[in-house]
């Protein structure tokens, strides 16, 4: 695939390195690149839930989250880890998908999380199109790109949080807890 910004593995080996774990490449010129994602395995935590283990629940149900990146590998990682939060996940890989994706759903969306820079609609258009859909759904974007980099991709909601990537999952938990919670 080109014109990617090769954030994506760079976010995949944070979330891999966090974990205990690494990504293995083999790469070969003209044929492509594999990657694999070595992870440690885990014990079931017991006590008290903390920190990504925590579940978030909003108006007593699971929180669901719509998360939109183009990035498949990316998607997974981010999925996975909000998922181990217990929350549910419902996926698209752009705009246009999510706009689908929200009108097939009979699942609440509390929250949306979305890459800013995406083929076919990007995360400020469709946080302009979920405004005039829903204006209580809260979205956080999330990117590679320095400020002045988005300033030139054209007109975004300055006012939509953003998550730096590469992020920790702590990060991105705690800020979908924020928004939950300022929410209620």
Request: net charge negative; hydrophobic share 40%; charged share 25%.
């Amino acid at each position: 695939r080109e014109g990617g910004t090769g954030l994506g593995l760079s976010m995949a080996y944070t979330f891999a390195h966090e974990a205990g774990g690494t990504i293995e490449v083999d790469s070969t010129i003209g044929k492509g690149s594999r990657f694999r994602i070595i992870l440690p395995a885990a014990a079931p935590v017991k006590g008290k839930e903390t920190g990504a283990d925590a579940q978030l629940t909003t108006a007593n149900h699971a929180t669901t989250v719509l998360l939109v990146e183009d990035e498949a590998p990316v998607r997974s990682v981010l999925k996975r880890s909000l998922e181990n939060a217990h929350i549910k996940v419902l996926e698209a890989c752009d705009g246009q998908d999510a706009l689908h994706v929200l009108n097939e759903t009979d699942e609440k969306i509390d929250i949306v999380v979305s890459d800013v820079v995406m083929p076919t609609m990007d995360g400020g258009s469709l946080a302009r199109r979920l405004q005039e859909l829903d204006p209580t759904l809260p979205v956080i974007f999330m990117t590679g790109y320095s400020s002045g980099q988005l300033e030139r991709l054209g007109d975004w909601p300055e006012t939509t949080p953003i998550l730096r990537k590469p992020f920790a999952a702590e990060e991105l938990l705690a800020e979908i807890e924020r928004h939950l919670m300022a929410n209620v």
